[in-house]
């Protein structure tokens, strides 16, 4: 018998017009569309054709003018600043963001303009995106601290009018200077922004420029407020930019229509949140898991959402979550398995979760990368909660693979993010794009259209966009991830398609190696790469971070671990070599970074990515690797 989850899935596809037209009656529209799906230019699909609407309206005044005006819009927390705590209203929240968007009115931002909002993760971040929102401006948020070369690259692409950004940002133990990086991207910018809001926070006050840069608080009191304005549905709320393959950004868009009806219809029907109800999105503004489910989605759902200024371990201890979903009542949070792994890695019985009350928490998400079974299952077995693996990017916008709990709860697969997400006709396919039999590795794609919410383009890049996820599969949208269906419908991704490796002519997932190494009881994470052999063409290394208190000698447990890939997989894997090592390099949002690792066993160039947390920790790695015969080394040996 069906389901909900199949029916709505069955009907996202057959009838695209009316699944979505219906979802969209949830919003509020000034003009409604002549179209639900526009494809009259292929493979340009627009959403919502002709309609009109304002996405901070939906977020903001509608809760304000619908009974919802006294309820928590926002809770601000932030350990990092003394454990600072504030609450907005969705009234106060309105009344702050009308009058930033009187400030930028001021500086001449209107519809179409760009902003790039450069900040911290504080309350002001998320008003300045919504402020551009509520004036049918572009906004682009840059990760704080990113470096200037970086910035100065998105600036010269979007081009903005305007930069808001802040004094500093506050790390566990640091504070970062924000001002001089910006400085710095602002002289090697070509294009020059009329003007920088500068918020200055009293842990690290910046020094303005004259005539350049103005004070965010003088800037508010001299301000009016200003109201929404409509805009077409196709017009772009945001660009947000993710690293393209050639080193040079590339500005993913996403418009106002679509974007708003997905994300509204995902908080009931995947993660199962009614208005009113508490959601937290441990994750930061500058990623576009913080402008989905921090800042869009549970505003547009009437709910309150956390905005969390710390980190899983350090703000003060491994405990941080379990009091921050306590405090403020979370009912569902959304995170990266990095942070659980980190949380294992530093209290692995989980003694500090027993000290909050945790009884109106329901369910966790986890997305961003795969989730490993090993810490599925001890997060399962630490809250005795629903724990959920959910697969989706940056060009997605909203999860394309998950258990859709709003609509059907399936029993969990630890390895997989459970079934496609209506709208989302996900297949998995060879070289040639034909399907392949269940059970075996392909690439993932998704059928065109792509649904509402996710990229109809990059910024200003039109053919760029068809290079990158249309041609290589006609028809199809290419995720750049490998997986597999198995028997009942269910998708894996096992890695990234540049994650498969080709062990003398067998082509072997990582994801899957990885699965077997996290699966030993002193591994708190890991990585393995493919790095290149002559014989084989590429052999697998396995990287594994050790948790704290284990005083297994690491030959014993490298020994334990190459015991556990041959008998999991089988001699065909070749897996023979692992190495301890303290920490493992990540990009902030949590990746690790594989690829990066590969370069350097492998002795190539390699450039450390802007997005990487660390850049230290590619010395470490560089040490360990050398100490095993690989980065350098490999020269010396052949030489």
Same mark, same amino acid.
């Given at each position: 018998?069906?389901?909900?989850?199949?029916?709505?899935?069955?009907?996202?596809?057959?009838?695209?017009?009316?699944?979505?037209?219906?979802?969209?009656?949830?919003?509020?529209? &000034?003009?409604?569309?002549?179209?639900?799906?526009?494809?009259?230019?292929?493979?340009?699909? $627009?959403?919502?054709?002709?309609?009109?609407?304002?996405?901070?309206?939906?977020?903001?005044?509608?809760?304000?003018?619908?009974?919802?005006?006294?309820?928590?819009?926002? #809770?601000?927390?932030?350990?990092?600043?003394?454990?600072? @705590?504030?609450?907005?209203?969705?009234?106060?929240?309105?009344?702050?963001?009308?009058?930033?968007?009187?400030?930028?009115?001021?500086?001449? @931002?209107?519809?179409?303009?760009?902003?790039?909002?450069?900040?911290?993760?504080?309350?002001?971040? %998320?008003?300045?995106?919504?402020?551009?929102?509520?004036?049918?401006?572009?906004?682009? #948020?840059?990760?704080?601290? !990113?470096?200037?070369?970086?910035?100065?690259? $998105?600036?010269?692409?979007?081009?903005?009018?305007?930069?808001?950004?802040?004094?500093?940002?506050?790390?566990?133990?640091?504070?970062?200077?924000?001002?001089?990086?910006?400085?710095?991207?602002?002289?090697?910018?070509?294009?020059?922004?009329?003007?920088?809001?500068?918020?200055?926070?009293?842990?690290?006050?910046?020094?303005?420029?004259?005539?350049?840069?103005?004070?965010?608080?003088?800037? %508010?009191?001299?301000?009016?407020?200003?109201?929404?304005?409509?805009?077409?549905?196709?017009?772009?709320?945001?660009?947000? =930019?993710?690293?393209?393959?050639?080193?040079?950004?590339?500005?993913?868009?996403?418009?106002?229509?679509?974007?708003?009806?997905?994300?509204?219809?995902?908080?009931?029907?995947?993660?199962?949140?009614?208005?009113?109800?508490?959601?937290?999105?441990?994750?930061?503004?500058?990623?576009?898991?913080?402008?989905?489910?921090?800042?869009?989605?549970?505003?547009?759902?009437?709910?309150?959402?956390?905005? !969390?200024?710390?980190?899983?371990?350090?703000?003060?201890?491994?405990?941080?979550?379990?009091?921050?979903?306590?405090?403020?009542?979370?009912?569902?949070?959304?995170?990266?398995?990095?942070?659980?792994?980190?949380?294992?890695?530093?209290?692995?019985?989980?003694?500090?979760?027993?000290?909050?009350?945790?009884?109106?928490?329901?369910?966790?998400?986890?997305?961003?990368?795969?989730?490993?079974?090993?810490?599925?299952?001890?997060?399962?077995?630490?809250?005795?909660?629903?724990?959920?693996?959910?697969?989706?990017?940056?060009?997605?916008?909203?999860?394309?693979?998950?258990?859709?709990?709003?609509?059907?709860?399936?029993?969990?697969?630890?390895?997989?993010?459970?079934?496609?997400?209506?709208?989302?006709?996900?297949?998995?396919?060879?070289?040639?794009?034909?399907?392949?039999?269940?059970?075996?590795?392909?690439?993932?794609?998704?059928?065109?259209?792509?649904?509402?919410?996710?990229?109809?383009?990059?910024?200003?890049?039109?053919?760029?966009?068809?290079?990158?996820?249309?041609?290589?599969?006609?028809?199809? &949208?290419?995720?750049?991830?490998?997986? &597999?269906?198995?028997?009942?419908? &269910?998708?894996?991704?096992?890695?990234?398609?540049?994650?498969?490796?080709?062990?003398?002519?067998?082509?072997?997932?990582?994801?899957?190696?990885?699965?077997?190494?996290?699966?030993?009881?002193?591994?708190?994470?890991?990585?393995?790469?493919?790095?290149?052999?002559?014989?084989?063409?590429?052999?697998?290394?396995?990287?594994?971070?050790?948790?704290?208190?284990?005083?297994?000698?690491?030959?014993?447990?490298?020994?334990?671990?190459?015991?556990?890939?041959?008998?999991?997989?089988?001699?065909?894997?070749?897996?023979?070599?692992?190495?301890?090592?303290?920490?493992?390099?990540?990009?902030?949002?949590?990746?690790?970074?594989?690829?990066?690792?590969?370069?350097?066993?492998?002795?190539?160039?390699?450039?450390?990515?802007?997005?990487?947390?660390?850049?230290?920790?590619?010395?470490?790695?560089?040490?360990?690797?050398?100490?095993?015969? =690989?980065?350098?080394?490999?020269?010396?040996?052949?030489?």
């Amino acid at each position: 018998m069906a389901n909900q989850y199949d029916e709505a899935f069955r009907r996202s596809l057959e009838d695209p017009d009316g699944f979505w037209g219906e979802a969209a009656q949830e919003i509020d529209w &000034y003009k409604k569309w002549d179209k639900v799906l526009d494809d009259s230019n292929k493979p340009f699909y $627009r959403w919502f054709a002709g309609a009109q609407i304002n996405t901070c309206h939906n977020a903001l005044d509608r809760h304000v003018d619908g009974g919802r005006a006294d309820q928590l819009a926002l #809770v601000y927390d932030s350990p990092v600043t003394g454990n600072t @705590v504030k609450k907005f209203t969705y009234r106060e929240l309105r009344d702050w963001v009308a009058r930033f968007a009187g400030v930028l009115r001021d500086e001449g @931002v209107g519809v179409g303009d760009r902003v790039i909002i450069y900040m911290p993760m504080v309350p002001e971040a %998320m008003v300045a995106m919504l402020a551009c929102a509520r004036l049918g401006a572009v906004h682009s #948020v840059v990760f704080g601290g !990113f470096a200037s070369n970086e910035l100065a690259l $998105r600036i010269d692409d979007a081009q903005p009018k305007v930069v808001v950004s802040a004094s500093c940002g506050i790390e566990i133990n640091r504070v970062v200077p924000y001002k001089p990086l910006l400085d710095g991207a602002l002289d090697l910018a070509k294009s020059k922004p009329r003007r920088c809001i500068i918020l200055q926070r009293p842990e690290g006050p910046a020094e303005l420029t004259s005539g350049r840069d103005v004070d965010w608080d003088e800037a %508010m009191a001299k301000a009016e407020p200003a109201d929404c304005v409509p805009v077409a549905a196709t017009d772009p709320l945001y660009i947000l =930019y993710t690293s393209g393959t050639t080193g040079e950004p590339k500005g993913v868009v996403h418009d106002n229509g679509g974007h708003a009806v997905a994300l509204k219809w995902s908080m009931k029907n995947i993660y199962n949140i009614d208005p009113g109800d508490v959601y937290w999105a441990a994750s930061d503004v500058g990623w576009v898991v913080g402008h989905s489910y921090i800042v869009y989605a549970p505003l547009l759902n009437g709910c309150t959402s956390i905005l !969390f200024e710390g980190k899983p371990v350090g703000t003060p201890d491994a405990g941080a979550f379990w009091r921050v979903i306590a405090e403020h009542g979370v009912k569902c949070m959304f995170t990266a398995p990095t942070a659980f792994r980190a949380i294992k890695r530093e209290d692995p019985n989980g003694d500090l979760m027993k000290q909050y009350d945790l009884s109106k928490f329901v369910t966790l998400f986890l997305a961003g990368e795969r989730t490993d079974p090993d810490t599925l299952h001890w997060a399962e077995d630490l809250l005795q909660k629903p724990v959920i693996d959910h697969w989706w990017q940056t060009e997605s916008g909203w999860p394309m693979a998950a258990n859709c709990i709003g609509l059907h709860h399936f029993p969990v697969k630890p390895g997989s993010p459970t079934k496609p997400v209506p709208g989302w006709d996900v297949r998995v396919v060879d070289e040639a794009c034909n399907e392949v039999k269940k059970g075996d590795i392909g690439a993932i794609v998704v059928k065109l259209p792509l649904p509402p919410g996710a990229l109809p383009t990059l910024w200003n890049a039109d053919q760029r966009y068809i290079d990158s996820y249309l041609s290589e599969f006609p028809g199809h &949208y290419k995720t750049a991830d490998a997986g &597999y269906f198995d028997e009942d419908g &269910y998708v894996s991704i096992m890695s990234r398609t540049d994650d498969i490796i080709n062990v003398a002519g067998h082509r072997l997932s990582t994801g899957a190696m990885e699965e077997v190494l996290s699966a030993h009881p002193d591994v708190a994470e890991c990585a393995v790469v493919g790095v290149a052999d002559q014989l084989k063409g590429q052999l697998p290394l396995g990287f594994i971070v050790l948790k704290v208190g284990v005083d297994k000698a690491d030959k014993d447990i490298v020994d334990e671990v190459v015991g556990m890939v041959r008998e999991k997989i089988g001699p065909v894997a070749a897996f023979k070599q692992a190495t301890v090592v303290q920490r493992l390099p990540k990009t902030r949002s949590g990746k690790i970074l594989r690829g990066t690792i590969q370069k350097i066993a492998d002795n190539e160039e390699y450039k450390a990515p802007a997005t990487i947390d660390d850049p230290a920790i590619l010395g470490e790695i560089e040490d360990v690797l050398n100490a095993i015969g =690989y980065a350098g080394a490999r020269n010396e040996a052949a030489s």
